[in-house]
């Protein structure tokens, strides 16, 4: 990415969002990258949640659903700190996921997280305020005041017919190991 970069600089480009298209994206800000135009994104919640806990995430917040014109939205949640167990709430399968990992939902299946997914599960959505719906980034806090896990959701919405042969090909639920340890 930073030899994309300096080769735009070189050109009289700049560098946007796509690293691998850097050289296509013109100075003046118009963007020529049309692999990375199907595309919208944002984070919306920061979350902080203490030991023990246990969350059931239903992706799909209105605020967030209402705001996109896009025909799919994957969900991610990016850990910055601590580690948590993760399955799919109709799986058996546990996911260990800690800082540094991205955890992405390319169909937006319901999911469980927590400390201990033995616990009765906390929807979610009962712990965003009825006010908080209109902010751009949700503050989120749960839990037994123990160990904190925090990690930052977001998503991507895209074109499901452009997107599709991603979308067909990536599992229900994918953990990518991005860092070593606290973000």
Not at 68 to 73: D, I, M, S
Not at 148 to 161: I, K, M
Request: glycine share 10%.
């Amino acid at each position: 990415a930073a030899e994309a970069k300096a080769e735009a600089k070189a050109q009289g480009m700049r560098a946007d969002g796509c690293a691998a298209m850097a050289t296509l994206a013109p100075a003046n800000g118009a963007r020529t990258c049309t692999a990375c135009e199907p595309f919208e994104g944002a984070v919306y919640i920061n979350a902080e949640f203490t030991a023990p806990w246990c969350v059931q995430a239903r992706f799909g917040l209105a605020s967030v659903r209402a705001r996109l014109a896009a025909e799919h939205v994957v969900f991610f949640h990016f850990l910055t700190e601590g580690g948590c167990k993760l399955r799919l709430a109709d799986g058996v399968e546990v996911l260990d996921v800690a800082a540094g990992d991205l955890v992405v939902f390319a169909q937006g299946d319901q999911h469980l997280m927590g400390s201990d997914l033995q616990l009765a599960p906390v929807e979610t959505a009962s712990l965003i305020g009825a006010d908080a719906a209109a902010d751009d980034l949700i503050q989120m806090r749960h839990g037994g005041g123990g160990v904190a896990t925090r990690f930052v959701c977001g998503y991507l919405a895209c074109s499901r017919s452009v997107c599709r042969p991603l979308l067909d090909a990536l599992p229900r639920v994918l953990r990518i190991p991005i860092g070593d340890g606290p973000a």
